[in-house]
């Protein structure tokens, strides 16, 4: 029942950056969008998240539209050690929950 | 600050004992969640508990069960194990419930049913 639509892997270039599009278009105004990832056999590990503005932290910046029915989650320097399952999630305020889809799996290269 | 732990890393158990596996929270937090990932598969989420009590569970059999201690750490316990049962088993812990709290993972407890 995920509500998110993300692509099913991507490429990246170490050093450059690496832009991981979301599509929730069907997101509610109560709804937060939350990015995790996962590295293989780890536990997900939390990015982002934002609610209509844009954010930013250590590891990531995040877009979301104005309409916020998209979001792209930015990773500004690659590093082979990103190489990973990213997940996009949209979770509702009054929900306890993640419901976690497919995700991306991004692979950086040298 | 030490993050949510688990424990075990591994277990290997056979097909009809049971398993159980070990959670501590970030301190401070209140709100425990077990998910399970089968190879190859999503995670689906297992448990809720929050101040001691079961909140909500997913689609999964009684022979999954938990609780949670007074001081939030949790166990998970699976009964009756069956070959299918074989997965990460995630634990993740939050802040007083509210959406806008963000949820931490543990590495997880790898369950091997032989």
């Known amino acids: 029942d995920a509500k998110t639509t993300q692509p099913t892997s991507m490429d990246c270039a170490e050093g450059r950056a690496a832009n991981l599009p979301c599509n929730h278009s069907t997101i509610s105004g109560n709804e937060y969008v939350y990015w995790y990832r996962q590295i293989h056999s780890q536990g997900p590990q939390y990015i982002i998240h934002?609610?209509?503005n844009n954010e930013t932290n250590e590891m990531a910046s995040l877009i979301i539209t104005e309409d916020r029915k998209s979001s792209t989650l930015i990773l500004p320097h690659a590093t082979l050690r990103d190489t990973a399952v990213y997940y996009c999630?949209?979770?509702?305020?009054?929900?306890?929950?993640?419901?976690f889809g497919a995700g991306t799996t991004v692979t950086v290269r040298a | 600050e030490a993050g949510v732990t688990q424990s075990p890393t591994h277990l290997i158990k056979t097909r009809g004992q049971q398993a159980t596996l070990r959670c501590s929270p970030i301190?401070?937090?209140?709100?425990v969640y077990w998910y399970q990932q089968a190879l190859g598969l999503g995670l689906q989420f297992l448990l809720w508990?929050?101040?001691?009590?079961?909140?909500n569970r997913g689609n999964f059999p009684p022979r999954f069960s938990g609780r949670q201690f007074p001081n939030y750490s949790s166990e998970l316990n699976v009964n009756a194990l069956e070959l299918e049962d074989s997965a990460l088993y995630l634990c993740?812990?939050?802040?007083?419930?509210?959406?806008?709290?963000?949820?931490?993972f543990g590495e997880g407890s790898w369950l091997t049913v032989v």
């Open positions: 999630i949209v979770r509702p305020i009054n929900d306890y929950k993640l419901s």
């Open positions: 993740a812990s939050s802040g007083i419930y509210h959406s806008g709290n963000t949820i931490y």
């Open positions: 934002g609610l209509k």
């Open positions: 508990y929050d101040e001691g009590e079961e909140r």
């Open positions: 301190s401070g937090h209140t709100s």
